[in-house]
């Protein structure tokens, strides 16, 4: 029997050897950039341009990125011992772990039926008409939102999935015209709402603890879990009130009124059965770490009585063990949740001592002299800085991606031209889940949604630039005003 290898893509590995190797040995290392920043640089380059042409599983890639780290020793070169506790520092990260055990318990939502009941109960309460059916599966993406860091599960997994029955119960299929008659709104409106329900909370989606990390690294001011969902709160809710109407006057669905609908959710209810102990026992552990999250028991009783995040979601998990919901098997076959953990850990590290061995300083205050010789006023320089961030996400197939390589440059560049610095980290952190609405594969939800045939690819781009320059309209002004009131800036 031959054995069978498993395949690299040769054209994107040829392209991230070659940017590694002519970032190494051929570009000059820049005056005032440490070399063994600039060799990481090369390795860094290296590996995003890997994940984005796909040349292995981003969690291969990471592996072989951690292995070259610790092989080259560019965080330390007197100490190969020192190299190789640097490129494993990643995994002592708790944001990590945060993210790896949210997505560990996120798997109780599908497990249970749990995320499918939600769902179904709205659409049975506000379906009668295709906007209110719209507005239910967009209540429902909010609600599990603080619980689903992978927001792929989320919008594609679990919404999806009920928009589509809803859809295929009126006769609304993706193989003709009948898609005009629901379908095609419905999944307008179901994707360009996940990029919402994203930025809301720190645990909405996977890179936005990375956006915490890097925002604490370069300026030591630290985003809780309570602090990020309130700053989101305000110009979400405009976010979320306005998208389905935009999509409505873009693509006016031809049935716009639907009173079978709650039946055919109540019937899909029944179908459920009723609610079972797993699911009580599920959604009592969401209380509690939403409890814990939000830092209830330290506004009440004190600091003292603070549990970190990380300890909540450890705890949450606990839960779901103890009693049965989920079983070790469950955990140990989530894939996504252990390949998160890995990648998460050596993208992190990566970006991590990239900032400690100031190569993202120098590339900050070059691009923030660049736009400061322009001589505009800070609030036009720091426009123009976000617009460069959020549509460069027509370049990379990852929003992890993009953020690693970019977020931590340009938040520094936009404190270099004297942005109010919290301004700015919301403004850019936020907008960094905003731009997922782009493109049709700019985030994990966006190909499942996009690849059900609902969409023609012009739809589908019209839609979201014309949701993205709303939404960042919206996060800008109404946001910042509010960020404003709540004395952030």
């Given at each position: 029997?031959?054995?069978q290898?498993?395949?690299?893509?040769?054209?994107?590995?040829?392209?991230?050897?070659?940017?590694?190797?002519?970032?190494?040995?051929?570009?000059?290392?820049?005056?005032?950039?440490?070399?063994?920043?600039?060799?990481?640089?090369?390795?860094?380059?290296?590996?995003?341009?890997?994940?984005?042409?796909?040349?292995?599983?981003?969690?291969?890639?990471?592996?072989?990125?951690?292995?070259?780290?610790?092989?080259?020793?560019?965080?330390?070169?007197?100490?190969?011992?020192d190299?190789?506790?640097?490129?494993?520092?990643?995994?002592?990260?708790?944001?990590?772990?945060?993210i790896?055990?949210?997505?560990?318990?996120?798997?109780?939502?599908?497990?249970?039926?749990?995320?499918?009941?939600?769902?179904?109960?709205?659409?049975?309460?506000?379906?009668?008409?295709?906007?209110?059916?719209?507005?239910?599966?967009?209540?429902?993406?909010?609600?599990?939102?603080?619980?689903?860091?992978?927001?792929?599960?989320?919008g594609?997994?679990?919404?999806?999935?009920?928009?589509?029955?809803?859809?295929?119960?009126?006769?609304?299929?993706?193989?003709?015209?009948?898609?005009?008659?629901?379908?095609?709104?419905?999944?307008?409106?179901?994707?360009?709402?996940?990029?919402?329900?994203?930025?809301?909370?720190?645990?909405?989606?996977?890179?936005?603890?990375?956006i915490?990390?890097?925002?604490?690294?370069?300026?030591?001011?630290?985003?809780?879990?309570?602090?990020?969902?309130?700053?989101?709160?305000?110009?979400?809710?405009?976010?979320?009130?306005?998208?389905?109407?935009?999509?409505?006057?873009?693509?006016?669905?031809?049935?716009?009124?639907?009173?079978?609908?709650?039946?055919?959710?109540?019937?899909?209810?029944?179908?459920?059965?009723?609610?079972?102990?797993?699911?009580?026992?599920?959604?009592?552990?969401?209380?509690?770490?939403?409890?814990?999250?939000?830092?209830?028991?330290?506004?009440?009783?004190?600091?003292?009585?603070?549990?970190l995040?990380t300890?909540?979601?450890?705890?949450?998990?606990?839960?779901?063990?103890?009693?049965?919901?989920?079983?070790?098997?469950?955990?140990?076959?989530?894939?996504?949740?252990?390949?998160?953990?890995?990648w998460?850990?050596?993208?992190?590290?990566?970006?991590?001592?990239?900032?400690?061995?100031?190569?993202?300083?120098?590339?900050?205050?070059?691009?923030?002299?660049?736009?400061?010789?322009?001589?505009?006023?800070?609030?036009?320089?720091?426009?123009?800085?976000?617009?460069?961030?959020?549509?460069?996400?027509?370049?990379?197939?990852?929003?992890?991606?993009?953020?690693?390589?970019?977020?931590?440059?340009?938040?520094?560049?936009?404190?270099?031209?004297?942005?109010?610095?919290?301004?700015?980290?919301?403004?850019?952190?936020?907008?960094?889940?905003?731009?997922?609405?782009?493109?049709?594969?700019?985030?994990?939800?966006?190909?499942?949604?996009?690849?059900?045939?609902?969409?023609?690819?012009?739809?589908?781009?019209?839609?979201?630039?014309?949701?993205?320059?709303?939404?960042?309209?919206?996060?800008?002004?109404?946001g910042?005003?509010?960020?404003?009131?709540?004395?952030?800036?």
């Amino acid at each position: 029997m031959v054995n069978q290898l498993t395949p690299i893509k040769p054209i994107p590995t040829v392209i991230a050897i070659a940017l590694t190797l002519i970032i190494w040995f051929v570009i000059p290392v820049p005056k005032g950039v440490d070399p063994n920043a600039w060799h990481l640089l090369a390795l860094f380059v290296g590996t995003i341009a890997s994940i984005i042409g796909k040349a292995l599983p981003i969690g291969a890639i990471s592996i072989v990125a951690i292995a070259l780290v610790a092989l080259t020793g560019v965080t330390n070169p007197e100490s190969a011992k020192d190299a190789l506790q640097d490129s494993l520092s990643g995994f002592s990260n708790d944001l990590i772990w945060l993210i790896g055990v949210s997505v560990m318990i996120s798997i109780s939502l599908i497990k249970t039926g749990l995320g499918l009941r939600i769902g179904y109960f709205l659409v049975s309460i506000f379906g009668k008409k295709t906007l209110g059916i719209a507005y239910a599966l967009g209540f429902s993406e909010t609600i599990l939102a603080p619980v689903t860091p992978s927001n792929t599960a989320r919008g594609g997994g679990i919404i999806h999935p009920i928009m589509r029955s809803i859809a295929t119960s009126f006769n609304s299929n993706p193989e003709d015209d009948s898609r005009n008659k629901i379908g095609k709104y419905l999944s307008l409106v179901t994707y360009n709402i996940n990029p919402v329900t994203s930025a809301m909370f720190i645990t909405a989606t996977a890179p936005n603890p990375l956006i915490v990390n890097l925002i604490f690294e370069d300026s030591g001011f630290k985003l809780t879990w309570g602090m990020w969902a309130i700053a989101a709160l305000v110009p979400a809710l405009f976010s979320l009130i306005i998208v389905p109407l935009v999509v409505y006057y873009l693509y006016p669905p031809e049935i716009k009124k639907t009173p079978d609908a709650p039946k055919f959710a109540k019937e899909k209810l029944k179908e459920l059965g009723k609610i079972s102990l797993s699911e009580l026992i599920t959604m009592a552990t969401f209380v509690i770490l939403l409890f814990l999250w939000a830092g209830v028991p330290a506004m009440i009783f004190g600091e003292q009585f603070a549990v970190l995040p990380t300890t909540a979601a450890f705890i949450g998990l606990a839960i779901l063990l103890l009693t049965g919901v989920l079983s070790w098997d469950d955990i140990l076959k989530n894939k996504g949740a252990w390949d998160t953990i890995v990648w998460f850990a050596a993208l992190v590290m990566m970006a991590s001592f990239l900032g400690k061995l100031g190569l993202v300083k120098w590339l900050s205050v070059t691009v923030g002299t660049g736009i400061s010789n322009l001589g505009l006023n800070w609030i036009v320089s720091i426009i123009i800085l976000l617009l460069i961030y959020v549509y460069s996400h027509y370049f990379f197939a990852s929003t992890t991606a993009h953020i690693t390589a970019m977020y931590g440059a340009f938040f520094l560049a936009g404190i270099s031209l004297s942005s109010p610095p919290m301004l700015w980290a919301l403004i850019l952190g936020f907008s960094s889940s905003l731009m997922m609405s782009i493109t049709h594969y700019g985030t994990g939800t966006a190909p499942i949604i996009f690849g059900s045939g609902y969409t023609t690819l012009g739809e589908w781009w019209k839609t979201g630039f014309i949701i993205s320059i709303i939404n960042l309209i919206i996060w800008i002004v109404i946001g910042g005003l509010w960020w404003k009131v709540l004395g952030y800036w």
